[in-house]
């Protein structure tokens, strides 16, 4: 392994966030949220959810971290609802 590590983001080869070897992210490779075969949740949702599913899913997460971020975990769980928003934009934007 390198220096650092890239996390790629749906398929893009533009890196959504660098970081050293050592650190964990919690907003875009949170490990509390893969199984026992690595599979992230988010991937399972988007797999099984129809396309409006995944837009209400998208949205509804967006808000709930936008509406609890001053009482619970601040700027990361703004940038929690930015993913969020990213997924929702990048959704609409493959539909035009």
């Known amino acids: 392994m390198t220096e650092e590590t ?4 749906d398929g893009t080869n533009e890196p959504y966030v ?9 907003i875009t490779n949170p490990s509390h949220y893969k199984g026992s075969q690595g599979i992230e ?10 396309e409006e599913e995944l837009r209400g899913y ?3 997460n967006t808000l709930k971290y936008l509406l609890r971020e001053r009482n619970k975990n601040g700027l990361e769980d703004l940038k929690k609802a930015r993913k969020h928003l990213d997924w929702l934009i990048e959704l609409e934007e493959k539909n035009d």
């Open 6 to 9: 890239k996390l790629y983001i």
């Open 18 to 26: 660098v970081l050293g070897k050592d650190e964990h992210d919690v």
């Open 41 to 50: 949740a988010i991937e399972v949702h988007k797999n099984f959810l129809t």
């Open 58 to 60: 998208y949205k509804g």
